[in-house]
């Protein structure tokens, strides 16, 4: 019989603790009750109608807008008590986003892009031209490296959002319908590349979409309708 281990690693925590989530624009209520702990490395699917709270929820997540109660822990911290200067630096090194519309610089290259949130960083040249190569080698990106986004197909661009997003070594990526403006096998091909990165970094994924394919990369799949979350634990535990 093998020894228990005398230093176990420690667990680490949840990247994302969230507890009654709620906020509401005026006399309506965009998202309510809303609860749920995110494992560190695991994935999910949301899906559910236009309307139900999906981006804001995605969006309170990220800390660019700010639930009206709850409260959301990311690996421990409570983000909604942080200043400003502290939430832009975990969306620099921690939580990536991408979005439908790709939102890449367009006075800067492939290369410049995906090289950008490392700028931010104090990583030595050196390093930082070869997480680029490698990022790039990664999407199948290198034969566009000094194209401006412009240039570049739908796909591409995402592809470039991808590895931009990815290149810091995020705990958690929050992709927003990233396959929306893409063709079918686009589509697939973008979803097929973060699904293969995401669990080679072992990166958290929440993953909205209004596509049933699409949520089935996710290890769990949860459905929000009038600003409430089904499918995930607390919900199965009737809280
Ligand atoms: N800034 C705002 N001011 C007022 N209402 C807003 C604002 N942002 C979102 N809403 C409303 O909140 C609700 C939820 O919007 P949200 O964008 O989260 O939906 P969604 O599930 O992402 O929809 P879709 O699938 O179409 O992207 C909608 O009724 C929307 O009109
Ligand atoms: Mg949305």
Same mark, same amino acid.
């Given at each position: 019989m093998s020894r228990p281990? &005398?230093? &176990?690693?420690p667990k680490p925590p949840p990247v994302y603790q969230v507890r009654d989530l709620g906020k509401r624009y005026g006399a309506v209520r965009v998202m309510q009750a809303i609860s749920f702990d995110l494992a560190a490395g695991a994935t999910v699917a949301i899906t559910g109608p236009s309307g139900s709270g999906k981006s804001t929820l995605l969006h309170c997540l990220g800390g660019v807008d700010r639930p009206d109660e709850g409260l959301v822990a990311f690996e421990g911290q409570d983000l909604l008590s942080m200043q400003n200067e502290s939430i832009a630096a975990l969306r620099r090194k921690k939580i990536a986003s991408i979005f439908q519309f790709f939102y890449l610089l367009p006075t800067l290259t492939v290369e410049e892009n995906i090289q950008f949130p490392l700028l931010l960083k104090e990583d030595p040249p050196t390093e930082r031209r070869r997480r680029v190569k490698e990022m790039m080698a990664a999407v199948g990106i290198e034969h566009r490296?000094?194209?401006? &986004?412009?240039?570049?197909s739908g796909g591409e661009q995402q592809r470039v959002a991808i590895a931009r997003a990815l290149i810091v070594s995020p705990s958690v990526v929050l992709a927003d319908? &990233?396959?929306?403006?893409?063709d079918r096998r686009n589509g697939e091909i973008v979803l097929e590349l973060m699904q293969r990165l995401i669990h080679q970094h072992a990166t958290a994924l929440i993953l909205v979409t209004h596509s049933q394919e699409a949520a089935s990369i996710c290890q769990q799949q949860w459905v929000m309708e009038d600003g409430r979350l089904s499918g995930n634990s607390s919900s199965r535990a009737g809280r």
């Open positions: 281990d &005398p230093n &176990p690693s490296a000094h194209a401006y &986004p412009s240039e570049l319908e &990233p396959t929306g403006n893409l």
